[in-house]
């Protein structure tokens, strides 16, 4: 997506560091550059509400799961491991969502 219009800073370079953006991982002169770019340019301003309303929403109806003991551990060894260089070459099978009374829930029926 681009407008068509020069910017300082390239609608692609906006668009492909966007989440960076809206998780607030950027550093602050990183983050005033797609400020002026969003007010130079509509498409990158109508993409990034878009993005900024789905996260909300996914906050909004995702945000009370529990998640499981583990897993908070697991993905940032994964992560890690990742940035080392020494990624398994399988990825960590994720452990079921707790079901009623802490329970692990039920496979799914293949019928």
């Known amino acids: 997506m681009s407008c068509g219009k020069p910017h300082e800073t390239d609608c692609s370079e906006v ?52 998640v499981p003991a583990g897993l908070r551990s697991k993905v940032l060894t994964r992560i890690e491991l990742i940035r080392a260089g020494e990624a398994p070459e399988h990825p960590v099978e994720a452990e079921p969502a707790p079901g009623p009374a802490g329970r692990a829930a039920a496979p799914a029926d293949p019928a």
Not at 33 to 44: T, Y
């Open 15 to 66: 668009l492909d560091h966007l989440y960076e953006y809206l998780d607030r991982e950027m550093p602050e002169g990183e983050c005033a550059k797609f400020e002026v770019h969003f007010e130079e340019c509509s498409p990158c301003l109508e993409k990034y509400g878009l993005e900024k309303a789905v996260k909300k929403l996914v906050k909004r109806c995702c945000g009370s799961d529990d």
